[in-house]
């Protein structure tokens, strides 16, 4: 199929948001997984957010005129993050997707990496990641839930601030090799970032404890402490964060507080990269 690709603009916000949530729901459904968008209005604000704001690369695939789907690269940090990507559920499997993709990772060329989030019983998409240089780096489930415990003794976890940002990218280079630090400031301004800190020293932090923010700590045992500590202030909120499968005992503490997995996903990557030490949560893109 001829596609033409271009940027994306405000007045594609609507069309690109209801081949986003439609895709979506449809490989979702068809593998009793939940879907990323829920509703509707959630892939609206979602994509509002990405296609008015100068720090993602947004683009679209017309054909005769309409379009047939879309997709997305966060820049704010050197290793840029693709997703989502989508396209119509009756223009599916006919080369729109790899068009997209190809566009994308022209985006991203000058970028010393480029990572991405896939939900591993889609094969489809598997399949055009890899054939496009992508490699598994890290399987992983989004968990969901509550945690049962209490926030630890020998913690204090309390809200990020702007002086914690240094400290916060720090940790993040040593511990993951990459530079996170725009990423980080954008979470103060959008989101609840967390710092956990033991004898006055940041040694975990969260962008958010949902899949749209990363998290980093030196042990797991620093990431526990971190989850309940940020968990405390919304108690009454359903968590959800990816887990990566590595984290054996992590993974069985977050099932005896009660947490559920709910689907399996992997970080893929082109480019430089670094397997995380210490303890890390991948963010939607990674
Ligand atoms: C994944 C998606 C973006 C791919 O777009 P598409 O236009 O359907 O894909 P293409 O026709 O360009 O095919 C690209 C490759 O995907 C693979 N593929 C496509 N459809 C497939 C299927 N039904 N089963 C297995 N592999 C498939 C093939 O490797 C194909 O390459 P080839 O045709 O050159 O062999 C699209 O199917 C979609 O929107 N899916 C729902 C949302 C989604 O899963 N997004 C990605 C989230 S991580």
Redesign the pocket.
């Known amino acids: 199929?001829n596609v033409a690709i271009r940027r994306a603009q405000p007045s594609d916000i609507d069309v690109c948001a209801r081949?986003?949530y439609e895709?979506?729901k449809?490989?979702s459904d068809r593998h009793l997984f939940p879907t990323?968008f829920p509703t509707l209005e959630f892939a609206t604000e979602i994509i509002e957010l990405l296609i008015e704001s100068p720090l993602f690369f947004d683009i679209v695939a017309e054909s005769s005129g309409a379009v047939v789907?879309c997709?997305f690269m966060d820049k704010r940090n050197p290793i840029r993050g693709i997703?989502?990507?989508?396209?119509?559920?009756a223009?599916?499997?006919?080369?729109?997707?790899?068009?997209?993709?190809k566009a994308l990772l022209e985006g991203g060329r000058d970028a010393v990496g480029i990572r991405?989030?896939?939900?591993s019983f889609?094969?489809?998409?598997?399949?055009?990641?890899?054939?496009l240089g992508f490699e598994v780096k890290e399987p992983f489930v989004l968990m969901e839930g509550k945690f049962r415990s209490q926030p630890q003794h020998g913690f204090e976890v309390r809200p990020m601030t702007s002086e914690d940002v240094a400290e916060c990218a720090a940790l993040c280079e040593k511990l993951c090799g990459c530079d996170r630090t725009s990423e980080i400031e954008y979470a103060l301004n959008d989101f609840s970032p967390f710092v956990a800190c033991k004898q006055g020293r940041i040694v975990a932090y969260t962008c958010a404890v949902s899949a749209l923010g990363h998290s980093v700590a030196e042990t797991e045992a620093d990431m526990q402490a971190l989850l309940l500590g940020a968990a405390a202030y919304s108690s009454d909120r359903l968590l959800a964060f990816h887990l990566p499968l590595r984290y054996a005992n992590l993974f069985r503490w977050c099932l005896q507080e009660g947490l559920r997995a709910l689907k399996p996903m992997a970080v893929m990557a082109v480019g430089e990269y670094r397997s995380p030490e210490g303890c890390w949560l991948p963010s939607f893109v990674y």
């Open positions: 199929m081949i986003t895709a979506f449809d490989i990323d789907g997709g997703g989502p990507v989508s396209v119509d559920r223009f599916q499997g006919r080369g729109t997707g790899r068009e997209i993709m991405l989030v896939h939900e889609n094969m489809a998409s598997l399949s055009l990641y890899a054939s």
